[in-house]
């Protein structure tokens, strides 16, 4: 279907002329009327206003041959019924929503050829007669094609007219005294038959130029459009158009799944059984068997059962077993468990693929990697389709976006109504909100359904009320309810409406540093430091320490110095201080300078300090590493970095420790390749 150029019989050309010429149309879109709309018999390509009409005219005997004039006149506007759309493109489009449209799609960017700048463009609207205007500084008519050689001129037919506006394009062509006077039937369009839709308007009906800058649009006497980058410009959705043509077919055409092998149903049904009873090693032996025996189904459930009990690599195995059998669940989920592991590209192929038959599930994932790589508005457009739909963490992850982007009064909105819809993260949006005005009844109310729900940060800030409040046991109850969590899978995601084909959603979030669950394991150690519980305040520290939350870690260096005495434990957490991204420049600053100063104790045995020049090593390299990152943030750090690398290769000579000899080495070398 798509032929972006397309030639145009000539007519009234008699006997046997000493020359050629040609005429092809080529447009980036053209409308189609099948046979019978337009009271034809067969289909019409009517091309849009600005496109290329190309001309070629070649003397083949030995005269020269001369086109030395063109006249245009309207035949006829006839009322425009079309029902299909031939497209070129520069690229694929970035979204394609169905499965019979791929092949279509990938035509189309492969038949873009970018318009020519025209000689000539073709006024056809001025009344009586259509206007040649000729827009180069020298004139191109006439034209001359001298024997054996060819010549060439490109028009752009022009118009405003909606309609099917048909025209005649005459030449009159001179060689060896003789005249003749060719003509081409031709038709264009300014109707796209395109619309751009939102959640917010009625569709927008988009002009060519809009859609193709390089059709010549005489508006635009500077050329920017012309100009412009086609590469850069591209249908941001393709898809079936519904029957009433106001919108998107909600559910464009799926492939169907492989047929699944005998006894595969009841074998799902049977281990489904034992799912629901707890029986959850039955459950996953039944559904192996049927999966190992070709059956797509019983893999994908596998894998689901598999990716909740935390095993995200087994679930990885499985639903690929499932997408070889075609089912599409199955696209989206492996987007997600991609996704969770840092793999743009991979998460990004299997949700495209998700949406190609259709999964507006995927439609979120996607949105969350379009915007992890800084494409925001892609990600929004994703994301108001999805929510249209109702789609899990749809609002949710707009919502966030706003926020981000200042955009509060529609964030607010957005959260409110994912809240009311059963979002939990929104949930706790709005109680913050409730809060910060000073409504704590209404932030506890929220608060305590999202904690109902199962939401960690629910849990956590409702616990942190009722503990300033002196309901300390309340608090602490929720707090230990959401650090129980602590060390299974991050949960970014939820579960879509529960069935054969449920799927998840991934939800744009912060990291495991500020969930709920690991926010309530350090508060947890907070409350039992302050009622000299150290050992529990060791063991909640300890957790929330291991998800990377900055202050736990810090913390664990001072408990584990000053309370349990325990050097090599202070010095082992206080390296892992240093690997962190988000740990403070002040809290790094205070441990390079009591790094430093257990390093000068232990060397010179002052106070409850034994002499330990290898201890004393392991402490000053601690304290190199520290200034050597702050350093990096701000030269004014230099000296000292200098300094305790100086100190750390003197005590590595004096302990005559190996290990103290490789640490200086390391440091020297990381000093030498700053310099």
Known sequence: MTRPVRPVPVQGLTGHPPFTVRAAVHSQLTLIASPGLLGTPE??????????????????????????????????????????????????????????????????????????????????????????????????????????????????????DGRWVRWRLTAEIVCAGRIWRPWWDLTVTATTGFAAFSGDAAPVAQPVHELYPDHYDPRD??????????????????????????????????????????????????????????????????????????????????????????????????????????????????????????????????????????????????????????????AEELWRLASRRDVPNADQNLAVLYQRQGRLREADELFTRAAEAGDVQAAVHVGFRCHEAGDEAEAKRWWRTA????????????????????????????WERAAERLGTPRQAVARMPAGPEAGTTYRAGGTAAESGEVYAAYHLGLLHWERDDHEAALAWWTRAAGAGHADAVFRLCELHLNVRGDLMECLRWATFALELEGAPAGRVESLAVGMRGIAERLAEAAGAYEPDPGAAAEACFVAAEAYRRLTAHDDVHRPAWEDSVRRLSALARLSGSSRARGLAANAEARLRAAD
Request: charged fraction near 25%; aromatic fraction near 4%.
């Open 43 to 160: 289909a019409v390509h009517i091309p849009l206003t600005g496109h290329n009409l190309l001309l070629s005219l070649t003397a083949t005997g030995q005269e020269e041959v001369v086109l030395r004039s063109l006249r245009a006149e309207v035949t006829d506007r006839l009322p425009l019924r079309v029902d299909g759309a031939s497209l070129a493109r520069s690229r694929m489009p970035d979204l394609v929503l169905s499965a019979d449209l791929l092949e279509s799609a990938q035509r189309a960017a492969r038949a873009y050829r970018r318009l020519r700048s025209p000689d000539v463009a073709v006024l056809l609207e001025p009344s009586p007669a259509p206007v040649l205007a000729e827009l180069g500084a020298d004139p191109v008519l006439p034209l001359t094609a001298t024997p054996g050689a060819s010549a060439g001129l490109t028009c752009a037919p022009v118009t405003d």
């Open 221 to 378: 006497l500077d050329g920017q459009r012309a100009t412009a980058s086609a590469a850069d410009r591209a249908f941001h959705l393709v898809a079936h158009i519904s029957r009433d043509g106001e919108g998107v077919l909600q559910m464009p055409s799926r492939p169907e799944p492989y047929p699944e092998p005998p006894g595969a149903e009841e074998a799902v049904r049977r281990a489904a059984a034992l799912a629901r009873g707890g029986d959850l090693s039955g459950a996953a032996e039944i559904y192996r068997s049927a999966a190992e025996a070709g059956s797509g189904q019983a893999a994908y459930l596998l894998g689901r059962l598999t990716q909740d009990r935390g095993d995200t690599d087994g679930a990885v195995c499985w639903y690929e077993r499932a997408a070889a059998r075609r089912v599409h669940a199955a696209y989206n989920n492996l987007g997600v468990l991609a996704m969770l592991r840092g793999d743009l590209d991979t998460a990004e192929r299997w949700y495209r693929r998700a949406m190609d038959v259709g999964d507006w599930a995927a439609a979120v994932g996607l949105g969350v990697v379009l915007e992890k790589r800084g494409d925001e508005a892609q």
């Open 451 to 478: 904690a109902d729900a199962g939401s960690a940060e629910g849990a956590f800030y409702l616990g942190l009320l009722l503990v300033r409040e002196g309901r300390a046991e309340e608090g602490q109850r929720l």
